[in-house]
């Protein structure tokens, strides 16, 4: 994706050849650069090269505001990458935090991030009536990382599973005249009445018909499939829970490490590493300072005090010479 902005002019027929959600990447980036000639200018001659090496960093999205971070893709998986990078240490210590604790955590990064995006991450963990529990960080951020990536998807597929559970099924048109599809519409009607989620294959169905007119970001159907195939019936959360397990999915994403390396970041750990052994040294260093400053330094001859010694030694051998006359006389 870089690579295209940095070849295409910033004209209307780079964007006329880019996908729908590149058009948007490189719409929000000149937005960002200014528009007169003089700034296009300044920016490609001082700053091209460090404002893509941001961009492809993710630090760009740092401290930024919401409707920013949320514009495109990237912006919202460099989003995700940083408040890991932050905030790993909580996991490694154990640390349990609550809704409101993770939120504030965001808005250190995002100070209008809004705490129902958290909420609604959080219900994928937590049942509606546990919301104030405490979570772990390996928990949160899987969940929040599905949330906030797919959030226009995952908004569409609630569409759908609402109307499967009310009996419709966007995908299949009923002939109004068919008193046997009836019969089957009202029997798999009180089906779903009795019975938790709905089914999971016409849920798949619904949603691969829904990926194939989807502009937006959405999982790949291969993944959507696996998570489908492990029950019969499914419900909305737990569906949203297996997104949150499925590796491949959070591969896809490019924001987060596997879980089994989610609290391993071997740069950072030799950043703590040498920042500790820093502390460590500076006290002895202090100490064996402080003891050498007791020896006493070699003391070295002062000009005021030579001068001194040779006027005397001038004094003395005029005085001698005065006595050898005298004897003489």
Not at 123 to 132: G, P, Q
Request: hydrophobic letters at 35%; glycine letters at 4%.
């Amino acid at each position: 994706m870089y690579t295209f902005i940095l070849c295409s002019e910033w004209g209307e027929s780079s964007e006329a050849e880019a996908e729908p959600t590149e058009k948007n990447e490189i719409k929000m980036f000149k937005k960002t650069q200014g528009s007169s000639p003089d700034q296009k200018r300044r920016f490609r001659t001082n700053h091209f090269s460090q404002n893509f090496t941001s961009v492809k960093n993710g630090n760009h999205v740092l401290f930024r505001e919401f409707s920013y971070i949320k514009a495109t893709a990237h912006n919202r998986a460099s989003f995700i990458h940083i408040f890991w990078k932050c905030f790993r240490q909580i996991g490694k210590n154990g640390d349990l935090l609550t809704v409101l604790e993770y939120s504030s955590l965001l808005q250190l990064l995002c100070p209008d991030f809004p705490a129902d995006v958290v909420q609604s991450a959080t219900r994928i963990v937590l049942a509606d009536d546990a919301l104030d529990s405490l979570m772990s960080l390996s928990d949160f951020i899987y969940s929040f990382q599905i949330q906030f990536y797919y959030e226009e998807f995952l908004e569409s597929v609630l569409v759908i599973y609402e109307d499967l559970l009310e009996g419709k099924n966007p995908n299949t048109v009923i002939v109004p005249t068919s008193t046997s599809t009836e019969l089957l519409s009202s029997t798999a009607s009180e089906e779903m009445d009795t019975q938790e989620g709905v089914d999971s294959s016409v849920f798949l169905e619904c949603i691969k018909g829904l990926c194939e007119r989807f502009k937006h970001k959405h999982p790949s159907i291969s993944a959507i499939s696996e998570v489908l195939e492990i029950n019969p019936r499914v419900s909305y959360y737990s569906f949203l829970s297996s997104l949150t397990k499925h590796e491949g999915i959070s591969q896809d994403i490019g924001a987060l490490p596997n879980r089994s390396d989610l609290l391993v970041d071997p740069e950072m750990d030799q950043e703590l590493e040498r920042l500790v052994a820093q502390v460590a040294i500076s006290p002895t260093s202090n100490s064996s300072s402080s003891a050498a400053g007791l020896k006493e330094p070699p003391k070295k001859a002062s000009p005021r005090k030579s001068l001194h010694q040779r006027r005397r030694i001038e004094m003395e051998s005029d005085g001698s010479t005065e006595e050898t006359d005298s004897s003489e006389n």
